[in-house]
């Protein structure tokens, strides 16, 4: 397939097509039927990415509003971070993880240093999100001797037993509640304009106020997203980010931005938390765009928090077999390399600001309920999940890949920034006319 660096969609086949459908049968022979989606009907199946493009098993090609899940930031398939990958691969893929680590590894954790906001400057890496979430909590029991954590509804921060402990969905905790830290807490997290009620933050943290003085000292970590992600695209209130710094003092309670999703220039800056230095966090964990492809994530915290933990006398404490992975480390640094290089978070704030106000425009039409978000991580509110899913997937027909977020009833643009601009033209006027369809 010849690739098109900006290619608007392609669409030769039904959706799904048979060369889909007939990988979709194969997975259900070997594939626990939990993870992948089959029903009513079979999921496309990539077979390539580039830029802002895929293309499936049937020839087919997309324009990506989602970015691979956020992951995609800089381009799937991106240049630099291949050639950083098959060179880094070639001369050594695979080192001994804290025992005896890979020279890159320094030069990445160095470089995380650099760009984190604050204090921000020693970290623990991971292989993913929900990896670097639990170093996250880990670091607060060291640092504060306590367990209990105060998380938010709506929230996600992964699915493995820490992580999912302080995820709010109840469809994923529920199976597995016995198990789980019993000493989670959750607060509601408050909306800001245009969806603020005007209350939302006085409610919150009300309830916050309320959780920790009936835990009494058992509260030892606040974990947030600065802007939720899979809970809706969900901006919070101005002082709320503030007011949580306020109630950990990075010694007896710490706080924890889980900037998976927003971190790593999607929202216009290298994290949701740079542009204001009231708000810093004691700990920020990064992933997904990180590496722009294979897995990798990071918790970055400030020397006095992460001097919690006891210098390694030979056995670490917190550890993995391919800790700092050699490749993944190249590649973090060739996506960092290319974000600075080509300008993508100032351009995440520019194509942010274009979405926005061409969404503003279906509010006023009717079209649709409501605009949040920030940079590249932009929501479309429905009025209703059957509206939202309806609409995904009346753009998948026509070429437009797209998540409907938070209950369902939330449209999420998170396209690469390398986006084209007759690519994002074209995804927003089909998004248009869907709508228009639909209502």
């Known amino acids: 397939m010849t690739r098109e660096p900006y290619a608007l969609p392609a669409i030769r086949t039904d959706i799904p097509g048979p060369a889909s459908q007939a990988l979709a049968h194969r997975l259900a022979r070997v594939e626990s039927r939990n993870i992948t989606s089959l029903r009513p009907q079979p999921p496309i199946f990539w077979t390539e990415a580039w830029n802002a493009s895929v293309a499936d098993a049937d020839g087919n090609t997309y324009i990506d509003l989602t970015s691979g899940f956020g992951v995609a930031f800089a381009g799937h398939s991106n240049a630099r971070v291949a050639a950083a990958i098959a060179s880094q691969s070639a001369r050594m893929a695979h080192g001994l993880g804290d025992v005896q680590p890979p020279d890159v590894k320094v030069r990445l954790l160095e470089k995380l240093a650099a760009i984190a ?37 709506g929230g996600y921060h992964g699915l493995s037993y820490g992580a999912l402990s302080v995820t709010w969905r109840h469809d994923f905790r529920d199976p597995f509640l016995q198990q789980l830290n019993p000493g989670i807490h959750f607060a509601p997290y408050p909306a800001g304009p245009p969806d603020d009620d005007a209350g939302s933050l006085d409610r919150c943290m009300t309830a916050v106020a309320r959780i ?122 060739a996506q960092i390399e290319e974000i600075e290089t080509h300008g993508y978070i100032e351009r995440a704030s520019i194509l942010g600001s274009r979405i926005a106000a061409r969404s503003n425009i279906w509010v006023c039409d009717g079209l649709a309920a409501g605009v949040r978000g920030l940079g590249l991580l932009q929501g479309v509110r429905l009025d209703s999940r059957s509206t939202g899913l309806k609409a995904a997937d009346a753009l998948l027909q026509r070429g437009i890949l797209i998540l409907a977020e938070g209950d369902g ?25 869907v709508l228009r369809t639909n209502t």
């Open 117 to 153: 906001p604050g204090d921000l400057s020693v970290s623990i890496l991971g292989s993913d999100g929900a990896d670097a979430v639990e170093a996250a909590l880990k670091t607060a029991v060291m640092r504060t001797g306590r367990t209990g954590v105060l998380a938010f509804e």
């Open 212 to 333: 920790i003085a009936e835990s009494g000292d058992a509260i030892g970590a606040i974990i947030v997203e600065p802007i939720q992600g899979r809970g809706g695209l969900v901006v919070p209130p101005e002082g709320f980010l503030c007011r949580l710094r306020e109630l950990c003092n990075g010694a007896n309670r710490v706080l924890i931005f889980d900037e998976i999703y927003t971190g790593m220039g999607r929202t216009g800056s290298w994290f949701a938390c740079s542009d204001d230095p009231a708000i810093c966090p004691d700990i920020l964990t990064v992933g997904k765009a990180l590496t722009g492809s294979i897995p990798l994530s990071a918790a970055i915290g400030t020397p006095a928090v992460m001097s919690a933990w006891p210098a390694s006398a030979g056995e670490a404490i917190h550890t993995s077999t391919f800790l700092g992975n050699p490749v993944a480390c190249a590649a973090a640094l």
């Open 409 to 433: 009833s939330v449209l999420a643009i998170t396209p690469p920034a390398c986006i084209g601009d007759a690519q994002l033209d074209h995804a927003l006027d089909e998004i248009e006319s």
